[in-house]
DNA sequence: ATATATGTAACTACAAAAGTTTCATGATAA
DNA sequence: TTATCATGAAACTTTTGTAGTTACATATAT
C-alpha cells in the first residue's frame, strides 16, 4: 500500500531550515528530498495554516520558520498535515448488526487505539531541535 | 488512502466458521462480509497456506477450521496475511547520506516500532475464541 | 453425467499521495 | 516601470495494492 512519507520528508525540510537563516524557495526544498517544488508547496502550506511557517513571494522570498525548532514536536507536525488514520489496517462496516463482525472491530479497535496513543504520545515529547542532535553532533566532531 | 480491510474480514468469517460445524462456502462467506466469493477464496487461501483452515472441493464442499478458535490468535491471522507495514507512515530513501535524514527517519521509525511491538503483543493476547465473547454473552442472554 | 465448489488467471475500479504542467499573482531589483 | 523571481493554485497523470468482477479449468459427491 502507498506510503504517506509527508511526515518524513517535511521534517528532513524543517530541520535544515532550522539550520539556515534566510528563505529557502520551494525549488531548492525539492531538491533536499528529491522532488518537485510543487509537491513542497502542497506540503509546507499546511504548515503555514498552523502557523509553523511563513511564505514570501518574490526576489529573496521563500520559506522560513515561524517559531524555534525547540517549540514545535513531531506531534504538531503530524497534526498539521491532517487527520488520516496512521494504520493500514481498516475496520469493516461498523453500522453492521452482526453481532460478532461488531465484537472483532470492537477488539481491533481497542488495540489500534492503545498503539496510537502510544505513538502520538512519543511523537509530542520529541521536539524538533532535538531530533538527532547526538548523531548530528557527532557528525559535527568528525569534520 | 484505501485500507486494508482483510484482517477485520477475515477474523469476522472465522468466528462464524467456530460456530459451524459442516464446511460453508466462499459463496456464504461472501454474504456475510457482503462482497465476491472471489474476494474471498483470496484471502482464505492465505489462512489454508498457514493451516488455519482447510477447503474442499465439490458437493458439500468448503472451508473448515483446522484447529479450534482457541488455538489461533489475531497476530497468527495478522502474520499469514502477510507481512506489510501496519502503517500508512512511510520513511524517506534510508539510504540518504544526509545526517538530518537519517536522524529523522531514526526517531520515526523508534517511535513506530514501538507503536507496532505493542500492538502486535496485544494481538498476540486475543484468541479468536474470547473474541468479543462478553458482549455475544450478553446478546443472548437478551434473546 | 451432472451439479457443486474450489483454484486461478486476467482483467477493471478505486483512493490518496506524488508528480507534472501551466499560468496568475505578487514582490524585489535594476 | 520593467524584468525577474518566487509563491499560489488549478488541472491534470502516475503510482500502488486492495477490492471487485468475469471466465473457465479442475475436482468431488450424488
Redesign the pocket.
Known sequence: ??????LS?VLHILVHLGAIDR?????KMAEMI??????V?R???LL?EANYVT?????????KLAKPLADITLLDIHNAL?E?SIFTI?LTDEHSECVIEQAVNVALKDVMNEAEALMLKRFGQITLNQLGADRIFSYLNDV
Do not use: F, Q
Not at 500500500?1 to 509527508?6: A, E, F, I, L, V
Not at 528563505?23 to 525549488?27: K, R
Not at 513571494?57 to 521563500?62: F, Q
Open positions: 500500500m502507498r506510503k504517506d512519507s509527508r520528508r528563505p529557502v524557495t520551494s525549488e528529491s522532488t518537485n517544488p510543487v509537491v508547496r506540503t509546507m502550506a503555514r511564505s514570501t513571494k518574490g526576489h529573496h522570498g521563500g520559506w491532517g488520516g481498516g
